[in-house]
């Protein structure tokens, strides 16, 4: 294992944007025609197109990520549109709606405006591929224009052929003729991330796992969030670059180790992706480090807030324990690898055991309060006999809140594994897992609850195709999901307790709406969702022999990370589902 306090790599690389202004202010670009696309921010792209134009260049600088929607935000005039048909390119090799995706949520930002998407015939994606847009105004009068998505195909540090968003440089008219061009070109931001994802690539290959206890990658670019009108909907390269640095360096360590993509035992350490914000040349630095936060986090003190129904964001690990503590039973705490507590109590009672875990993925927070407010209503019920752990991954947790005080916001999903670096489903017994292991067996539980979330804005990886691998589905929120995991011969006591948890959860009738307004928001863009539906909740069955339960019914919350009434309505039918459960469990658990 690496020691703490070294430094892997540490590099500065020019500003695209200042780089490319400096080219061209050089005389032989007088009275071009130029058209730029980088990854900077509306204010830095401006600037720099004022300065070429005052040079005498018709200037263009525009943004290459989701240049469809930055369009329609800054350029595209659509006073009096009645309708928009949006032709959007499939490229061969390049999932089909990948560029349907790119022009999410357009549909919401231009009011009362019908849109419509249509695919057309697939092209080599070699040369810069464009949306057709067909505007249609008062009277019929329609006019049409092109918006071009500049990307090229590379290969991302997983070894998969990907077609990512990238820079590209358009020269028309040029005084010296030798000086046009139509060509890609690697931003700053791609190069930062290249320098990242080499420097694991080395590691990796000679090392062994556990690599670090932390790894801090940090990157110090000209990184822009931009705050849609569209619920929790922003444009921001910065969550995309977290996103795309902390599940590429997991795909990078797989596969130095032999492992597959899809293979959830790695354990490298803990991955921290540091994201700042600065103008002029970028800095690329990961270094090791060690917990930050652990004597703070140990010693945090219960927070205010008594009344669960009305908690509007995630808890502080304190107040989760004093609601636990208020619960009272048979209280036993097990210990993170990091040495921070898991709190867990067993309620008795006369139904069936039951086992109820939220926390495992540690920036998905309506969890947490929806297990406790269950709690409370099964222990003063005295209905069933349970087990409660609201809060599984501590050490994710205390990554969570230490990443919240930059961005609150975002999905933040470098939180979500354990300090080991490995998802807490997919680890031995012991250190955390351990609460699990010991609920079931004080219980004597075959059902548990396990309480999850997901993205509630739209999650992308650029670097890496844009879309998430092995997340695709869930790349846009699609309403409050459920899914079924059940050893082979107990999906008919199985579906029976899940078709009680969606009559309890379309009874809410804010809930249904939601999941609505969802479904038919982002099918627009991704399709159908890959998930049967029943009173407009969507849910999945799957066997799952190697669950340590019989029975897991996992909830999925678009969380990541709400606040406010949305937040109390997740939480609310967290706790729903579980009662609903709770309840079946009684009848069809005998």
């Not at 008062?138 to 990238?166: E, I």
């Not at 690898?337 to 309506?366: K, Y």
């Not at 099918?523 to 029975?551: N, T």
């Not at 589902?577 to 069809?588: G, I």
């Amino acid at each position: 294992m690496i020691e703490a306090g070294t430094t892997l790599c540490d590099l500065t690389i020019p500003s695209s944007l200042d780089t490319m202004v400096e080219r061209l202010s050089a005389p032989g670009y007088a009275g071009a025609t130029v058209e730029l696309w980088v990854l900077d921010g509306q204010d830095r792209r401006q600037a720099a197109r004022d300065r070429l134009r005052a040079l005498g260049i018709d200037a263009f600088v525009r943004c290459a990520y989701k240049p469809l929607v930055h369009a329609a935000l800054e350029e595209i005039d659509l006073a009096g549109v009645k309708t928009i048909t949006i032709r959007y390119p499939v490229v061969d090799g390049v999932p089909e709606k990948r560029f349907a995706l790119e022009a999410h949520p357009l549909a919401d930002l231009v009011g009362e405006t019908q849109v419509q998407l249509e695919a057309v015939a697939p092209v080599d994606g070699t040369g810069l591929v464009a949306y057709a847009v067909v505007l249609v105004g008062n009277g019929g009068v329609s006019r049409s224009l092109q918006v071009q998505a500049p990307n090229r195909f590379v290969t991302d540090p997983a070894g998969q052929r990907v077609y990512n968003p990238c820079g590209w440089l358009k020269v028309r008219g040029a005084a010296d003729p030798a000086l046009d061009c139509d060509a890609a070109f690697e931003t700053d931001q791609e190069a930062a991330f290249r320098a990242a994802t080499e420097t694991l690539a080395d590691l990796a290959r000679n090392g062994a796992q556990p690599f670090f206890d932390r790894l801090e990658m940090h990157i110090e670019a000209p990184f822009f969030d931009r705050k849609l009108p569209v619920g929790h909907e922003s444009l921001s390269t910065a969550e995309a670059m977290h996103e795309d640095l902390y599940f590429s360096a997991l795909d990078v360590f797989k596969i130095a180790q032999g492992l597959s993509l899809a293979d959830r035992t790695l354990r490298p350490g803990q991955l921290v992706p540091v994201l700042r914000t600065r103008n002029g040349p970028l800095r690329a630095r990961l270094v090791t480090n060690v917990d930050p936060v652990l004597e703070q986090d140990l010693s945090d003190p219960a927070g205010a807030l008594t009344d669960l129904a009305q908690a509007g964001s995630w808890l502080e690990p304190g107040t989760v324990k004093a609601h636990l503590d208020d619960l009272g039973g048979d209280a036993f705490t097990v210990h993170s690898q990091r040495g921070r507590p898991v709190w867990a109590t067993m309620i008795d009672g006369p139904g069936p055991g039951l086992v109820i875990t939220a926390g495992q993925h540690a920036n998905e927070t309506s969890g947490p309060v929806g297990a406790l407010r269950a709690a409370k209503k099964l222990a003063t019920g005295n209905r069933n006999r349970f087990c409660i752990a609201p809060l599984v991954n501590p050490d994710g947790y205390a990554l969570f809140r230490e990443l919240c005080r930059d961005y609150p916001a975002h999905m933040n999903h470098a939180a979500r594994f354990t300090a080991s670096g490995c998802d807490l489903h997919h680890v031995a017994r012991g250190f955390e897992n351990e609460a699990h292991y010991i609920g079931r067996e004080r219980t004597g539980a075959t059902l548990h609850m396990n309480l999850h979330g997901y993205p509630a804005h739209e999650w992308t990886r650029p670097f890496a195709g844009y879309i998430p691998r092995h997340a695709e589905a869930w790349a846009l929120p699609r309403g409050f999901a459920l899914i079924l995991l059940h050893h082979p011969g107990w999906q008919e006591k199985g579906r029976a307790i899940l078709d009680a948890v969606i009559d309890a959860l379309a009874g809410d009738t804010h809930l249904v709406e939601l999941n609505r307004q969802q479904r038919d928001r982002s099918s627009l863009y991704a399709g159908s969702f890959p998930l049967e539906h029943r009173k407009d909740i969507p849910f999945v069955v799957e066997e799952a022999p190697e669950e340590l339960f019989p029975l897991t019914i996992i909830t999925e919350a678009p969380d990541e990370t709400v606040d406010g009434d949305l937040f109390r309505l997740f939480h609310t039918a967290q706790m729903t589902a579980v009662l609903a459960a709770a309840d079946a469990a009684r009848s069809v658990l005998v």
